[in-house]
Nanobody, 121 residues
Framework: QVQLVESWGGLVQPGGSLRLSCAASGSIFSIKVMSWYRQAPGKQRELVAT???????NYPDSVKGRFTISRDNARKTVHLQMNSLKPEDTAVYYC???????????????WGQGTQVTVSS
């Protein structure tokens, strides 16, 4: 059984910072790309950041320069440091991992349950 569990969402004022964490656990053989997505009410889920096992990152223009993704391959964790937060960053944030379970034969995308981030004064 593979699980992804996010933590450390919450309420923050505009201009503030938050650091989200996500831990993968269970029978995991290998993890490739790890990502963060977000979904605001009434909107489609959108990609926020990705990171490869080697540490290469990618961001959309909407968060570039404000958000930083990082990972610890040994601990199977991924983090999202969010700075200069804006009200439009308000959403449920999900982590995702492209991984192969122990005994598996292919990679598939696993999702966390999501954590709410609210940016408001």
């Amino acid at each position: 059984q593979v699980q992804l569990v996010e933590s450390w969402g919450g309420l923050v004022q505009p201009g503030g910072s938050l650091r989200l964490s996500c831990a993968a656990s269970g029978s995991i053989f290998s993890i490739k790309v790890m990502s963060w997505y977000r979904q605001a009410p009434g909107k489609q889920r959108e990609l926020v950041a990705t990171i490869t096992p080697a540490g290469s990152t990618n961001y959309p223009d909407s968060v570039k320069g404000r958000f930083t993704i990082s990972r610890d391959n040994a601990r199977k964790t991924v983090h999202l440091q969010m700075n200069s937060l804006k009200p439009e960053d308000t959403a449920v944030y999900y982590c995702a991992a492209d991984l192969m379970s122990t005994g598996g034969t292919f990679y598939q995308l696993y999702w966390g349950q999501g954590t709410q981030v609210t940016v408001s004064s």
